[in-house]
């Protein structure tokens, strides 16, 4: 029946938007503090039914979650029916849609995307949604389940979840082929994959799993149960429920930043130790060691796609299917130079800018698309087509024979909706198994250039606009010509700017051949932004943080 306006307005009335606040879409969605995002939360239930309606019904997905951000923050981010981010133009949508500022303007807005899109709101629609552990979540999800409800759309709850098992429920939902819709089919069909990939293998070490006393806990908890003694693990950081705790001195984005081991696994880790860092949300992942001198050694996402390309193209070759299957590797400018030097003497490498909707669409243009960003956000995409010429493929000898099992074998082991810090570090562990690498021999593939990422508070991230897959500044004008003269003053120098796509910041990564110069040159780029931005030069930090 079509949507009954007057519902849906005096339901709008209980969730008015603050004056204060305008909201924007961006590469995570909405994110904020959790106290502004009530109206916003409201208003995304009834975005979500109408793409749902849109999408023949197809199920939609809603994550309400902040990923790394600190625990006062929140968010909201839709899944399209692939398991797949929001399709762009509906970006602006959902942007238009949270600022309307009375309930009357949310109507017409409401209407103007109806009669855009042409939807048919006779049409049933169905949203699949979940939760982090932030304390703010649960009122969030009353206000969306108020949304739900004005407009009539079927809302099945998963509960507190992590956002990648969150895009697996609503891809297996609308694709019966792609696994059962349940955390139990989660969890089923990846451990049964890695347990065949390991299997013949010697036993492997017990790996250590920073868990950012987030969401990740109670899957890592869930995972470790499934796979018993073929992965032992041990979890550090668990306390979901330690006012403050997520995220707080620990976890992915953490290990990333200040390069170093977080304060409460110091001791825990023994010299040559596999360890790895999950985020807030599980959906990036953070490897490191401890050398025999004891010094700390993070192995980030650039290692991580390194590992996996290589892995990959010898299966592809092993398997006699090179003529038929094209592997490539999707880069954003925040990957190490190192890391790209040695990629592109194996594969085809593409650089696009920051945010998963980029990186998982160029990856789709290759017949086995690896994508992993710095900051461990990743994981592999096989094409249609792909998928088919493993079914069809006869192999000639029983090596080949092995070695297309294994490409079979990690087409379900990997999370293909998005990345996924828990299937990819089952992922890195078959690497590793099949390589009898250590994290020192992983670590010695290829030595990354110094660099530092610093960020810093600007009144408005929108004045700093890129170009070049975000590795060159548009505006404010002037600004890029300035670090290109500072960065010729560094040996093997490189820098750019690019506002968050998070948070409220612009930030800065620099490189160099000497860590005192990638610092160095971090924070005096850091420093013009700041003046650019109109900081009060007489409270310019020393370092921005």
């Keep these: 029946m079509p949507l009954d306006f007057a519902t849906i307005a005096e339901a709008s009335d209980q969730h008015a938007k603050p004056t204060y606040y305008q909201y924007q879409y961006g590469t995570a969605g909405f994110r904020t503090l959790g106290d502004r995002l009530d109206s916003v939360l409201f208003r995304v239930g009834i975005l979500a039914a109408l793409r749902s309606m849109k999408q023949n019904s197809h199920a939609i997905g809603v994550m309400i979650t902040a990923s790394h951000n600190p625990e006062k923050d929140n968010g909201v981010k839709l899944v399209d029916p692939r398991g797949e981010m929001l399709e762009a133009s509906w970006e602006a949508h959902a942007t238009t849609l949270a600022n309307a500022r009375s309930s009357n303007e949310l109507l ?8 855009t899109v042409k939807i048919d709101t006779s049409r049933p629609a169905l949203v699949i949604y979940g939760r982090d552990t932030r304390p703010s979540g649960e009122s969030l999800v009353a206000a969306f389940r108020d949304g739900l409800r004005a407009v009539g759309a079927e809302g099945r709850d998963a509960g507190i979840t992590t956002t990648p098992i969150l895009h697996y429920l609503v891809r297996a939902t609308n694709s019966k082929d792609f696994g059962e819709p349940t955390e139990l089919g ?41 796979l018993g003694d073929t992965l032992p693990l041990i979890l550090e950081n668990t306390s979901t429920t330690t006012p403050g705790a997520l995220n707080r001195a620990c976890g992915a984005d953490y290990v990333k930043t200040t390069q170093q081991l977080p304060p409460s696994l110091e001791g825990k880790v023994a010299p040559g130790q596999r360890g790895c860092s999950l985020d807030g949300d599980a959906d990036r992942l953070m490897y490191f060691y401890v050398s025999e001198k004891r010094q700390f050694r993070m192995l980030d996402g650039d290692k991580i796609a390194t590992l996996v390309a290589a892995f990959i193209v010898d299966l592809v070759k092993l398997s006699g299917l090179q003529s038929k299957i094209r592997v490539g590797i999707v880069q954003t400018a925040y990957a190490n130079g190192a890391s790209t030097k040695y990629l592109t003497q194996r594969l085809p490498v593409k650089c696009v800018p920051t945010g998963v909707k980029h990186l998982h669409h160029a990856a789709e ?13 990743g994981t592999v995409l096989f094409s249609r087509n792909t998928l088919e010429t493993l079914e069809r493929h006869e192999p000639n000898t029983p090596a080949q024979q ?7 074998n990690l087409t379900k082991l990997i999370n293909q909706t998005v990345g996924d810090a828990l299937s990819d570090m089952l992922l890195v562990e078959v690497v590793l198994a099949h390589k009898s690498y250590s994290g020192v021999e992983w670590d010695s593939l290829y030595t990354d ?15 700093f606009v890129t170009t070049d897959a975000e590795r060159r500044l548009v505006n404010p004008a002037g600004l890029q010509q300035r670090i ?13 700017v690019r506002p968050s796509g998070t948070e409220d910041v612009v930030r800065v990564y620099a490189e160099a051949n000497a860590r005192i110069g990638a610092d160095e040159l971090a924070y005096r780029v850091a420093g013009m932004v700041y003046d650019e931005a109109g900081g009060d030069s007489t409270k310019r930090p020393k370092e921005f943080i």
């Design 402 to 408: 092995t070695a297309l099992n294994h490409i079979i």
């Design 449 to 463: 250039l110094p660099n530092r990422l610093v960020k810093v508070v600007v009144n408005d991230r929108n004045n």
């Design 108 to 115: 017409n807005v409401i209407q103007h995307i109806i009669e």
């Design 484 to 496: 290109d003269e500072l960065v010729l003053k560094y040996d093997g120098g490189r820098a750019f």
């Design 186 to 226: 989660y969890f089923t069909k990846m451990t049964d994959a890695f347990k065949q990939l390991v299997a013949g293998r010697p036993k492997i070490a017990p790996l250590l799993v920073d868990c950012a006393n987030g969401v990740g806990t109670q899957a890592a908890e869930t995972l470790k149960e499934y």
């Design 365 to 377: 243009s290759f017949d086995i698309g690896v994508y992993f960003e710095a900051n461990g956000h």
